[in-house]
């Protein structure tokens, strides 16, 4: 008997979102070894198109790491920070709390600047705190995927610009989601991840560098995440790892699916499905977390009602409608679901679906809604 | 116009090797996200498989990186490796040296054993090393896909064992299609890929650590590479990381593959095929670089006939018959091509049509056999 998945699980948690059909089926390319010149060119062509999602300066490099998000995260701090570096981090939820303890293991001093859980962070804040501690490095979250929070990255990076830092941002829930411009924000580094807001199967971190960053590069101790070595496979054809052919056609048609639905009106759908979420779960009773203004399009976190027990509700979408919604993280175990509407699970049937399955699941738990 | 490879590339180079038509199915498989119970489910038959196909003894913890092949070597070399660690690395190829260098990016005091590319190493030579140097730990290459060389690793991680040194095993071009026992020959940490012998996409690296090598893991920088972290995520079903889904069913499948024809019946089936193919090449005159008894049945470096031309002649292959085998590294460039019989690549009608292709492609530049 196999244990191969048989069901098709409709994946509206904090990722990965569904994958579609066109998509699954570039993964299943013949397989190019990581030197053949059939991979070479789409290496090249990934490598613009990632450049033109991201928004990046004429003389970046935008690639993809052979790896998770998470390595994203690894190969910037990793290439950015050394012993003794001050990083001043942002941390407004799990993601940012990780991003410092990757600065730290790279040898940073480590400031953070703590934001309560389910909010933005203030960019005076942070020029407060770098007026205060300096920072050679600012790290931070754009979409925070534990609190459904979108920070404030413009108005951020331009705080530690005027400091004179290199900016790193997270853009694992946001790129390709939500409105993230790294040349006219002045991004140094921003990595995410491809099994979100693109789309994809998780393997790839798409990540880009600008121009200063690429010019104050560290030597990291990591040989995988090393910048010049990936430079060296990725623009002077030199081996360096196996890049996965899989991988890499998967990520190429997702991107080309982007690019033909517009970032303008792919941003614009995330808006609107996100909208047409809230009003749907305002029905049931239910609100978000985060103060409108500070909210995610792509990642909803919704607060469990008093008396409701949130294990029993996720578990309910799960059985019965084959729905998966995520947990909480840390402090927020227990208080929030997380809903994602990323990628091809933007979609006004899948709000409906949702609407449907958590009327189920309160009523399951003597919730019922009289509209 | 899509860039997708729209070619059967036929995979006789150093890896990727072919993907079975099942694996491919296999990673299209619905995508299941990476704490889904049905993933959970898989992932504990990966480890139980991985296990047995490294005959790790109990007490091992084996698993997969999520990463190709170089990332499962930076894993092993990042959690037992510390500042001032007496590394002694095995030199004999390029993919000692890349082990090398990683040792010393963790801050190991190296020790190189040098080799000549194209020799096995000489397991005394290994013990009058460590008599003379000591070391915490001992690092070597299984298969040296650079040479096409086996090195006698049982033997000398024996020798490691004598010095109360860790072993860590490369075995990318080795597991699943040459003899190897990580148990029964007392290896504390070894990895591999999963793009070669074990005939799946690339994208993650099968590994296992010993019972000695999970005691005496350090704390190293990488947070993605964190033994610790991935024990949270593998075996406490603590989030690390989104696990590929796509890149989990093919590798399951892979497994299955390997078990249903089982290690010995599989092994043996490479020796056969390699020496159908060191015979076929014989008859047109062609010889293996390294010596019979040091030859690595998965990786044949040939060597390129005086006066004739070695990139011509690949790609020759590559255009005429679309068959891709690779080119020599560092000193053995032009000196040598290495043909892969590996996984399903490693069949009597590929050798075939190997011996045919080099025919076509010796004639091409004057070399006409006369059998």
Redesign the interface.
């Known amino acids: 008997m196999?244990?191969?998945?048989?069901?098709?699980?409709i994946?509206l948690?904090p990722?990965?979102s569904?994958?579609s059909p066109r998509v699954?089926?570039?993964?299943?390319?013949?397989?190019?070894?990581?030197l053949?010149p059939?991979?070479l060119?789409?290496l090249d062509?990934v490598r613009a198109r990632l450049a033109r999602v991201f928004r990046a300066v004429d003389g970046s490099f935008a690639f993809a790491v052979?790896?998770?998000?998470?390595?994203g995260?690894?190969t910037a701090v990793?290439n950015l920070v050394r012993d003794g570096s001050r990083a001043a981090v942002v941390v407004s939820g799990y993601f940012g709390d990780?991003l410092a303890?990757?600065c730290e293991?790279?040898?940073a001093a480590v400031s953070r600047v703590d934001v309560e859980w389910g909010r933005a962070c203030d960019p005076d804040a942070l020029r407060r705190h770098l007026n205060a501690n300096g920072a050679d490095v600012v790290a931070m979250v754009h979409a925070e995927t534990s609190t459904g929070v979108c920070n404030p990255v413009r108005e951020m990076a331009a705080v530690a610009r005027d400091h004179g830092a290199l900016t790193i941002v997270d853009a694992v829930t946001s790129l390709g989601g939500v409105p993230l411009d790294v040349g006219a924000w002045g991004i140094d580094a921003c990595y995410s991840?491809t099994?979100k807001c693109l789309g994809g199967?998780?393997?790839l971190a798409p990540i880009v560098f600008g121009p200063r960053a690429l010019e104050q590069r560290v030597k990291g101790?990591?040989?995988?995440?090393d910048l010049s070595l990936l430079e060296d496979y990725w623009l002077r054809r030199k081996?360096?790892?196996?890049?996965?052919?899989?991988?890499v056609?998967?990520l190429?048609?997702s991107l080309?699916i982007v690019e033909e639905e517009g970032l303008d009106a792919r941003w614009a759908r995330h808006e609107r499905n996100h909208r047409m979420l809230v009003a749907s779960l305002a029905e049931l009773g239910l609100t978000l977390l985060p103060a409108e203004a500070d909210r995610l399009w792509t990642l909803n976190a919704v607060r469990v009602p008093d008396g409701v027990d949130e294990p029993t509700a996720r578990k309910h979408l799960l059985d019965e409608f084959n729905i998966?919604i995520g947990a909480g993280?840390g402090p927020l175990a227990g208080k929030i679901w997380r809903v994602g509407l990323m990628g091809a699970g933007s979609a006004p049937r899948l709000v409906l679906l949702l609407r449907g399955a958590f009327e189920s699941a309160l009523a399951k738990q003597g919730r019922h809604v009289h509209a």
């Open positions: 196999t244990l191969l998945p048989d069901v098709d699980r994946l948690g990722g990965p569904l994958t699954m089926r570039a993964m299943a390319s013949p397989t190019v070894s990581h053949d059939l991979m060119r789409l062509d052979s790896g998770t998000g998470t390595s995260m690894e990793s990780r303890q990757m293991r790279y040898g991840c099994q199967p998780s393997g101790r990591s040989f995988y995440f081996y360096h790892h196996t890049m996965s052919s899989a991988l056609c998967a190429y048609e080309a998966e993280l």
